[in-house]
């Protein structure tokens, strides 16, 4: 099974970073082997190299690697705000 990568909602999310669909799903970008959340500051870079995954999990397994700027891999930061996370630079 594979979930339709032109998702118009979920596509939509991604376009509007919007952070109420974090926790939903997470997507991956094949050129580069990154997932991340929909509220990302990183920009996909084409439709056709997105896959969508429900879960950071699923994505993983996918062969995917976390972001480093949203951090898709750590559910309990899900729901703060973009700017906090931008902020965080304790690495
Ligand atoms: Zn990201």
């Known amino acids: ?29 094949l050129s580069t082997g990154i997932y991340c959340r929909p509220s990302c500051a990183s920009r996909p870079a084409r439709p056709e190299s997105v896959v969508f995954h429900e879960t950071a999990e699923a994505a993983r397994e996918g062969g995917f690697r976390a ?11 899900w729901g703060l705000t973009s700017n906090l996370l931008t902020q965080g630079r304790s690495r």
Not at 67 to 77: A, K
């Open 1 to 29: 099974m594979k979930p339709d990568p032109t998702d118009p909602i979920r596509w939509n999310a991604i376009l509007t970073r919007d952070r109420s669909m974090d926790g939903r799903f997470v997507y991956g970008t």
């Open 67 to 77: 972001c480093l700027r949203c951090h898709p891999d750590q559910p309990e930061t």
